[in-house]
């Protein structure tokens, strides 16, 4: 695969088929997203998934992954074939191998994945985004990058990433995705001035998690805005014993603070590729036994929901500062394939550093968008001072709020 695979010099002019939906026959029901049903079907004797929006609120974020989609064109990145006008729904390529997180974390049986797989993974997905990145006249920010959202074809050997519609306003992505706040950077819910090095961010920690099969912050638990304080304050997932130094690098590396610090797209992409030459096999399918005596993945449901999960049986049986990843699976490299990792030492994620850093007096300006849309504050009137000061005094009892709710939250016996 080259990087610079589906690139052009140009901004492709966005094209989309206007579909009968007479023509489609739909199937079944495989998934609901933030912003609709997805379905599986038949269009002119192809496979396609048509994702139809649940009401008219939703038009504008349709309208935005139409967009999107229209103008990229990429093996890595899902096909639209059309839209829809009645219902509104896309149309576009199905993925029979469901989406990396059921791969991951799914109900048994679960699919046996080597080393190279995931290395695969990470490639694929990083040519993608490097793709998105290099897009004129303006990069494309995914700001949504997570396992749910990259899908898998080809017996789990292509993956395909989807889900454009949270290229939308901050306060939209904010209030309908607080399931991805283990993958997002935290300049995203800090409201602060963010660039495609946001995507960058949640792709060292996608790399970590198909290396050690578990989900991200899953020891932290609870509301979404425990894992937004526990990133805000520099806390990262364990460090992975065994694990090769190029690897630990290039992905410590992504998740830094500060994201000047974070490399390009396209040099993850130049790094993966001169590291699958030590990892053969990825080519091979993936493998579902139909019994898998290892209970040490918990069961999940299809769609992320990192905040509220349930602590993985396995937990119990490995330090939180540190995981093992085998031998066998992770080769020697050579030594000129070593990155300088400029990074400070970090806080790993454990509770006992989460819960220390609660005596902080730093606050995530955006936090209260993760509370339920009755709670957070109006959008003041921008010509009311009035209105403008009881926003600010909205957000502040809102941030206090979050910050009791967590307090009680970490006083709580786990589940």
């Given at each position: 695969?080259a990087a610079?695979e589906?690139?052009n010099?140009a901004?492709?002019q966005?094209?989309w088929e206007d579909?009968?939906?007479d023509e489609i026959?739909?199937v079944?029901?495989?998934?609901r997203?933030a912003?609709?049903v997805?379905?599986r079907g038949?269009?002119?004797n192809?496979?396609v998934?048509?994702?139809?929006?649940?009401?008219?609120?939703e038009?504008?974020?349709?309208?935005i992954?139409?967009?999107q989609?229209?103008?990229?064109?990429?093996?890595?990145?899902?096909?639209l074939?059309?839209a829809?006008r009645?219902p509104?729904c896309?149309?576009?390529e199905?993925a029979?191998g469901g989406s990396?997180?059921?791969?991951?974390h799914?109900?048994e049986?679960v699919?046996?994945?080597?080393?190279?797989?995931a290395?695969s993974?990470?490639l694929q997905c990083?040519l993608g985004?490097?793709y998105l990145?290099?897009?004129?006249?303006?990069?494309?920010i995914h700001?949504?990058l997570?396992?749910?959202?990259l899908?898998l074809?080809?017996?789990?050997?292509?993956?395909?990433i989807?889900?454009f519609?949270?290229?939308?306003d901050i306060?939209?992505?904010?209030?309908?995705?607080k399931?991805?706040?283990?993958?997002?950077a935290?300049?995203?819910?800090?409201?602060?001035?963010y660039s495609?090095?946001?995507?960058?961010f949640?792709?060292?920690i996608?790399?970590?998690e198909v290396?050690t099969r578990?989900?991200p912050?899953?020891?932290?638990?609870?509301?979404?805005?425990r894992?937004?304080?526990?990133?805000h304050n520099?806390?990262?997932?364990?460090?992975v014993?065994?694990?090769?130094?190029?690897?630990?690098n290039?992905?410590?590396?992504?998740?830094?603070g500060?994201?000047s610090?974070?490399?390009?797209?396209?040099?993850?992409?130049?790094?993966?590729?001169?590291?699958?030459?030590?990892?053969?096999g990825?080519?091979?399918?993936?493998?579902?036994p139909?019994?898998?005596?290892?209970?040490?993945?918990?069961?999940?449901?299809?769609?992320?929901?990192s905040g509220a999960s349930?602590?993985?049986d396995?937990?119990?049986?490995?330090p939180h500062?540190s995981?093992?990843?085998?031998h066998?699976e992770?080769p020697?490299l050579p030594?000129p394939?070593k990155?300088?990792?400029?990074e400070?030492?970090?806080?790993?994620?454990?509770?006992?550093?989460?819960s220390?850093s609660?005596g902080s007096?730093?606050?995530?300006?955006?936090?209260?968008?993760t509370?339920?849309?009755n709670?957070q504050?109006?959008?003041?009137c921008?010509?009311?001072?009035?209105?403008?000061a009881?926003f600010?005094?909205?957000c502040?009892?809102?941030?206090e709020?979050?910050?009791?709710?967590?307090?009680?939250?970490?006083?709580?016996?786990?589940?």
């Amino acid at each position: 695969m080259a990087a610079s695979e589906g690139d052009n010099d140009a901004d492709p002019q966005p094209s989309w088929e206007d579909i009968n939906y007479d023509e489609i026959n739909v199937v079944q029901i495989v998934g609901r997203g933030a912003f609709g049903v997805v379905y599986r079907g038949k269009w002119r004797n192809t496979d396609v998934a048509i994702k139809e929006i649940d009401s008219e609120s939703e038009r504008k974020t349709f309208l935005i992954e139409l967009r999107q989609l229209s103008r990229v064109k990429h093996r890595n990145i899902v096909k639209l074939y059309g839209a829809c006008r009645n219902p509104v729904c896309l149309v576009m390529e199905f993925a029979e191998g469901g989406s990396l997180y059921n791969v991951l974390h799914g109900s048994e049986p679960v699919a046996s994945y080597k080393a190279a797989h995931a290395m695969s993974w990470c490639l694929q997905c990083a040519l993608g985004v490097a793709y998105l990145h290099s897009m004129k006249p303006k990069a494309l920010i995914h700001r949504d990058l997570k396992p749910p959202n990259l899908l898998l074809v080809d017996d789990g050997r292509v993956l395909k990433i989807c889900d454009f519609g949270t290229a939308c306003d901050i306060q939209t992505h904010m209030t309908n995705n607080k399931g991805s706040a283990a993958w997002m950077a935290p300049e995203v819910f800090e409201g602060s001035n963010y660039s495609e090095k946001c995507d960058v961010f949640s792709w060292g920690i996608i790399l970590w998690e198909v290396i050690t099969r578990r989900k991200p912050f899953d020891e932290i638990g609870g509301p979404a805005f425990r894992i937004m304080w526990a990133v805000h304050n520099g806390t990262r997932p364990p460090q992975v014993r065994n694990l090769p130094r190029p690897l630990e690098n290039i992905m410590t590396r992504c998740w830094d603070g500060d994201p000047s610090k974070r490399p390009s797209m396209e040099e993850i992409v130049r790094t993966m590729k001169q590291l699958m030459k030590y990892f053969p096999g990825h080519n091979e399918p993936l493998q579902y036994p139909t019994y898998v005596p290892d209970m040490s993945l918990s069961n999940s449901s299809a769609e992320a929901s990192s905040g509220a999960s349930n602590r993985s049986d396995r937990e119990g049986q490995t330090p939180h500062h540190s995981l093992t990843v085998r031998h066998q699976e992770l080769p020697i490299l050579p030594s000129p394939l070593k990155i300088e990792n400029t990074e400070k030492n970090r806080p790993r994620s454990s509770s006992v550093e989460f819960s220390d850093s609660m005596g902080s007096d730093n606050s995530i300006p955006m936090a209260y968008l993760t509370l339920e849309c009755n709670l957070q504050p109006l959008t003041p009137c921008s010509t009311s001072k009035e209105s403008i000061a009881v926003f600010h005094q909205h957000c502040r009892m809102a941030q206090e709020y979050l910050k009791v709710q967590t307090e009680i939250a970490l006083l709580l016996p786990p589940p």
